[in-house]
Structures are given as structure tokens and as C-alpha cells.
């Protein structure tokens, strides 16, 4: 039982290039989400998911796609990398409603030169 | 939408002392409250929550008390050990919503001195 993880760990771009994050999970959760975790400003949610093949915008959504095709997968992908971009990203996911707990991936260090 | 703000942002206590962490939130519809708990380089992970129904809920050395009609949480860690310094995160949700979207305050950085 791997719980949530992310690939890659790493990752170093240069502005205007694209990238995606994969995130997968084995819990059987509903629901799936995308934090940028930035010094100070603690965890900001990108864009989640509460079911296979939906997705809905977060807090801050600007410069982000996701995709849901499979229940286990949610892809965070940046189109055209800005530097404002760089950040460690958190993808997590929870069963669905009634407040239950995240569970976190180990987080993506993206730099953006 | 939610804005949750924590102070302070950095705290530094001495093993054995108690440490304490505020939080407040804006949404009066907020009624789920977790704390999150991040060692260096590693991911958040839940240590303790509560919900709208309870004032106060304890699990050891660690208590969260919430005044609802202020807007404000807190967490309190006694008797202090070495392992208790990380990064706390206090969060903010509306449970009836959909998505169970979390909204987190800034982190606070405990460091514990032995």
C-alpha cells in the first residue's frame, strides 16, 4: 500500500517550457487535490477533484490544467512554465466528504528559470 | 471565500514548556477544523482535528480548543520534546461543500530547544 504518490520528486525548467506532474493514489479516494506550498503563504489549492473525470478550480488556478481520466490519477500540468511557478508542489487526496484527512504525497521541487 | 490566518509564525520554546498556536477564520460556514503537522523536507500529515459540535477535543500532549462565535482555534502542545519542532499548519472547511476544500493558514515553525 504505496498511498499517494508523485512523480517527479525534481524537476528544473526554463520559462516558457511545459511539464506535467503525475499524482496517483491506491486508496480508493474520491476525492484528489493539488497544493503549491510557498514560504509564509502555507499550503494554496490549484485545482481539485471530487470524482473520475471531474476537475474544478482552487485558489489559485491561473497557469494550471489538470486532468481525471482515471479515478487513481490526477495530472497537474503547466503549459508554459512562468518563474512565479516555482514552488513544491503537493498533490493529496481524501475519501470523499465529511471532513475526512488528507493524505499527502512526499511533494514535486519545481524550479523555473 | 475561507481566509484562515495563524500567528505566530514563528515560535521557539524550551523542552518541557508548553508551545501555542492561534488561528482565526473568516467563513462562519466553516465547521471542520484539522491541524497538520510537516517535519523538515517531508509531507504534511493530520495530527488532530475538530469539528463544530466540540469546544475542545485532547490526544496527549496535544489539545485544539475552538470558539465559534469569535472565529478563532487553537493549538496547544505541552511538555515539549525535541520532536515536536516542524512546521504546524491549522486548516479551515466546510464539510457540506463540495470538494471538502481545505483552506490552510501560513505554518508556524516550532523549535523546540533542548
Keep these: 500500500n504505496a498511498g499517494v504518490t ?4 525534481f524537476r528544473v525548467l526554463k520559462t516558457g517550457q511545459s511539464m506535467t506532474l503525475l499524482c496517483a493514489q491506491d486508496m480508493n479516494h474520491e476525492y484528489m487535490y493539488w497544493y503549491r506550498q510557498d514560504p509564509g ?9 471530487v470524482g473520475e473525470g471531474t476537475t474544478a478550480k ?22 508554459s512554465a512562468a518563474p512565479s511557478q516555482t514552488s513544491v508542489y503537493f498533490c ?9 484527512e488528507l493524505f499527502f504525497g512526499e511533494g514535486s521541487r519545481l524550479t523555473v528559470l | 471565500g475561507e481566509n484562515v490566518e495563524q ?12 508551545a501555542v498556536i492561534k488561528c482565526t477564520y473568516s467563513d462562519s460556514a466553516s465547521n471542520y477544523f484539522p491541524w497538520y503537522k510537516q517535519e523538515l523536507g517531508k509531507r504534511p500529515q493530520l495530527i488532530i482535528d475538530i469539528r463544530s459540535n466540540v469546544g475542545e ?14 472565529k478563532h482555534f487553537s493549538l496547544h502542545i505541552t511538555e515539549t520534546q ?9 486548516a479551515a472547511s466546510n464539510v457540506g461543500a463540495a470538494g471538502n476544500k481545505l483552506t490552510f493558514g501560513g505554518g508556524t515553525r516550532v523549535l523546540v530547544k533542548p
Excluded: W
Aim: with cysteine.
Design chain 1, 58 to 79: 482552487g485558489e489559485v488556478p491561473d497557469g494550471y490544467n489538470v486532468s481525471r481520466l482515471k479515478k487513481q490519477n490526477f495530472l497537474l500540468g503547466l503549459e
Design chain 1, 41 to 49: 503563504m502555507g499550503l494554496r489549492l490549484i485545482h481539485y477533484s
Design chain 2, 57 to 70: 477535543k485532547k490526544d496527549q500532549r496535544i489539545a485544539v480548543t475552538l470558539n465559534k462565535t469569535a
Design chain 2, 82 to 90: 525535541p520532536e515536536d519542532s516542524a512546521v504546524y499548519f491549522c
Design chain 1, 92 to 100: 493529496a487526496s481524501s475519501y470523499m466528504g465529511q471532513g475526512g
Design chain 2, 7 to 18: 500567528h505566530p509564525s514563528t515560535l521557539s520554546v524550551q523542552e518541557g514548556d508548553s
Design chain 1, 6 to 9: 508523485q512523480t517527479p520528486k
